[in-house]
């Protein structure tokens, strides 16, 4: 299924009205308040946020997996429905690759049917959480931290097998995430888990080609529960640092504990240059994978804000912006809309601020002044401004409203049919 500019037009036309109504009335009263809209709207148009191709299938927990019906079973399908996201919103123009889940059995079909779409190949993911089909050694206890050299050996090939598919796909990162860890105390060495994690990714980085970044993520707990060897941000730029210039952190919302301050984080890999993406999702309790911006919005918008901040005054290079969420009761690509929608509305609030009048607060001490700042742009309805900005580019005035009336997810199943079950998770 491919979605056709005239058919999102002609979703467009029945409510240009009220969005007219809507965004005059947000345009004037934000150039009133001295904002220059056009610059807002291209900066929206700009921003786009990479799709993995392991979030266009329904989700499962441990308990249970509830199919959804018209699920992409094949990697053309899958870069399909991202063509589809895509054509809805214009901002999703990438999708993010699992490896060994979407290994391409025809490299120029596949970027053949991603150019079709408009579609191109973010950060590929290398896999060393789960054992593959006849494979010679288990990663039950670790893979590039394990005490086997044969093991950490496995684990390294494998991720110089995915930087050799992302070079034959066009891709410019390898996201790094390990389960490595352990579940009771006294199980491993805590100290010679990272010295060898260390090692192993010292030998990957010597295949990340020059102009390519190695994004490393950090995840406190789960699958292992006593500890894990790139628990936090702070590991996660040690090895960064030690590795080289080519090697980064990549920040995974649902990767922290409870409260922590994640803005903080940000800001300081940001101030050291070391940022080098983001995992986007939300959580209430751990790694929920929860619909962007559906438990703390305002945690996000802080986030941005610093990420604003942080791109004007610092010279950390540009992210890799991806959501990494997978949930099990949504349609899959709803959730995927109403995810990117979030991203966007957090990045339009964080310009919204006037950084000059805060940082005349912050001078002042003028503690609840800074506060009135921040809140006044949280607090802005910019919808019509994402409407606007999406609607310029050919994209969907509301495009969760455009993938119902167009029946997307119903075409999809009658293409598919109702068993069809995409790899992945
Ligand atoms: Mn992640």
Redesign the pocket.
């Known amino acids: 299924m491919k979605l056709t500019l005239d058919q999102i037009q002609s979703q467009n036309t029945s409510q240009s009205a009220e969005h007219s109504r809507s965004f005059d009335f947000l345009a004037e009263s934000l150039d009133k308040k001295g904002n220059n809209v056009e610059e807002l709207i291209s900066k929206l148009q700009a921003l786009q946020i990479a799709i993995p191709s392991w979030a266009l299938g329904t989700g499962g927990t441990r308990f249970g997996r509830f199919s959804g019906g018209g699920e992409p079973a094949t990697l053309i399908q899958k870069i399909q429905d991202v063509g589809i996201l895509h054509a809805l919103n214009q901002s999703s123009n990438a999708v993010s690759l699992h490896i060994p889940w979407d290994i391409p059995s025809d490299y120029q079909s596949i970027k053949d049917s991603a150019s079709e779409v408009g579609i191109g190949f973010d950060a590929v993911n290398s896999n060393t959480f789960q054992d593959q089909a006849n494979q010679e050694h288990s990663y039950k206890f670790g893979s590039l931290a394990n005490s086997e050299a044969a093991v950490r050996e496995l684990a390294v090939e494998h991720n110089k097998q995915v930087i050799e598919i992302g070079e034959k796909l066009g891709s410019k990162a390898l ?1 790094v ?1 390990l389960a490595d860890g352990s579940s009771f105390p006294g199980q491993h060495s805590l100290r010679k888990a990272l010295e060898n994690t260390h090692l192993s990714l010292q030998e990957i980085y010597k295949d990340v080609p020059e102009d390519w970044k190695l994004l490393i ?1 950090y995840k406190p707990y789960e699958p292992h529960f006593y500890s894990t060897v790139i628990q936090d941000w702070g590991t996660s730029f040690l090895l960064a640092n030690k590795l080289g210039k080519k090697a980064y952190t ?1 920040v ?1 919302l ?2 922290h504990l409870p409260n922590t301050n994640i803005e903080q984080i940000v800001a300081t890999l940001m101030t050291e240059g070391k940022l080098g993406g983001f ?1 986007f ?1 939300d959580s209430k309790y751990g790694d929920d994978d929860l619909t962007v911006g559906s438990v703390k919005p305002y945690q996000l918008f802080l986030i941005f804000q610093e990420l604003v901040k942080g791109f004007s005054e610092t010279n950390n290079p540009p992210l890799s912006w991806m959501i ?1 969420a997978s949930h099990n009761l949504k349609d899959p690509m709803e959730d995927l809309i109403q995810s990117v929608q979030a991203i966007k509305l957090a990045f339009a609030q964080a310009l919204l601020v006037n950084s000059k009048s805060l940082e005349a607060a912050q001078e002042n001490h003028d503690v609840a002044g800074a506060q009135e700042i921040l809140q006044d742009a949280y607090r802005t309805d910019l919808r019509p401004l994402l409407s606007e900005a999406m609607r310029r580019s050919g994209g969907a005035i509301d495009p969760i409203k455009a993938f119902r009336s167009l029946k997307v997810r119903e075409t999809l199943i009658e293409e598919r049919g109702l068993k069809s079950i995409a790899s992945g998770l």
Request: without cysteine; hydrophobic residues 20%.
């Open positions: 996201t995430w993520e990549l995974d649902g990767h995992h999702n990494d």
